[in-house]
């Protein structure tokens, strides 16, 4: 049989994979040939194989699926474990930053003024401060802070008054030379 | 199996049906155990390579997406396992001489039973045809890997020049070169055999 070229072996090829191709006469008897050689020797090849290899095989496979069952479970679980611990941290943070209850603040409205006024805060009070970072509740304690200062101040009839007393006493402890102000 | 059948067990063992797993075992197993033990000439390396192709399969079926054939899917794997193995033979050789001495002066060889065969020894005596493994072997490795896919796999011509990545006619000339290089060496051992005295 005259050697074939590579472009015939194609055409060939595509006629044993079940192809339609018009093929030359040589061909045609190059397809037989090798139908036939792929009976002849490959049915050598055939190997009966000793009933405990596949037994084997289905063990080892049985093997391999419990494994694989065994990771799937642990990455699920790792997973709900992680989803779980994400849940936990939001948690916390969110209750971290939850507005504190304040303490209610000690009486504000008749505090004497002068320098024991600062002493006014309760520990509570400034505790709840550096607990709380919000800022609706920085700016009530704010607001509430302003209106202390505002009541401990000193109004001008105070001082008024304040000023009259004082005189008033110098006069009364004083000697008998002190004149009295005018009005009285 | 039929296709349809195919279809449906290989979506079960995706799912991770291990009966569905145990089909496909049944369905291809022998095809693969004689692809392993041609490509391979030894019983136990065969044994050992499709419970591999099993560990495989159960790491890879996820990834079979139906376009293709399942068959030759299969047989790509089986040929890379055993290329796999071929070229950790090649770079950590573990050949032990049976005749070296140890220090009390005992041969390895004496140790072993007198008949050692992890199968069965009747049936491997009955199969192991040195012969056919011999001719296979002068074939060059990409022609024998051919025509065993071709034969274990049932792979069509173009398939084959697409798992090898050459032309189609390439494939058909060295099968049809390597199946007539087999056929003389077989009529060479046929006649040897008949022409053996009684």
Known sequence: MK?????????????????????TDSERAAVEEIRRLEADVCGRLDTEVPPVVLSRAR??????????????????FSGVA???????????????????????????TKVPAGPGAAQTWAPDVTSALLRTDR??????LDREMSELETGMMAS????????????????????????????? | MEADRLRATIASAQAGSAEAYERLLD????????????ATGKHHDAEDLLGELMLRLVRQLGKYDHRGRFEPWLFRIAANLIRDRIRR??????????????????ALGDKLPA???????????????????????????????????????????????????????????RVHRGLKALRRIMAKDDEGTSNQPV
Not at chain 1, 59 to 76: C, E, N, Q, S, T
Not at chain 2, 30 to 35: E, I, K, N
Request: net charge negative; charged share 25%.
């Open chain 1, 156 to 184: 001008a009839p105070d001082v008024e008054l304040d000023a009259l007393e004082r005189e008033l006493q110098d006069l009364v402890v004083g000697d008998g030379t002190a004149v009295f102000p005018p009005g009285l």
């Open chain 2, 27 to 38: 369905a291809y197993g022998r095809r693969l155990y004689g692809y392993f033990f041609r």
């Open chain 1, 82 to 108: 992680a989803a779980a611990g994400l849940l936990l941290v939001v948690a916390l943070g969110y209750w971290a930053r939850e507005p504190v209850s304040v303490p209610r603040m000690p009486a504000v």
């Open chain 2, 115 to 173: 008949s050692h065969d992890p199968v069965n020894g009747s049936l491997v005596s009955a199969e192991m045809s040195k012969e056919l493994h011999e001719a296979l072997q002068s074939l060059d490795d990409m022609t024998r890997e051919i025509i065993l896919l071709r034969f274990f796999g049932q792979m069509s011509f173009k398939e084959l020049a697409e798992t090898f990545q050459c032309p189609l006619g390439t494939v058909l000339a």
């Open chain 2, 89 to 106: 033979r090649k770079s950590k050789p573990t050949a032990v001489s049976l005749s070296a001495e140890n220090d009390g002066g005992e």
């Open chain 1, 3 to 23: 050697a074939l070229q590579t472009n015939q072996y194609e055409r060939i090829a595509r006629v044993l994979d079940g192809c339609d191709e018009s093929l």
């Open chain 1, 135 to 140: 800022n609706a509740d920085l700016l009530m």
């Open chain 1, 59 to 76: 063990a080892r496979l049985a093997g391999a699926l419990f494994r694989r069952r065994r990771i799937i479970r642990l990455r699920l």
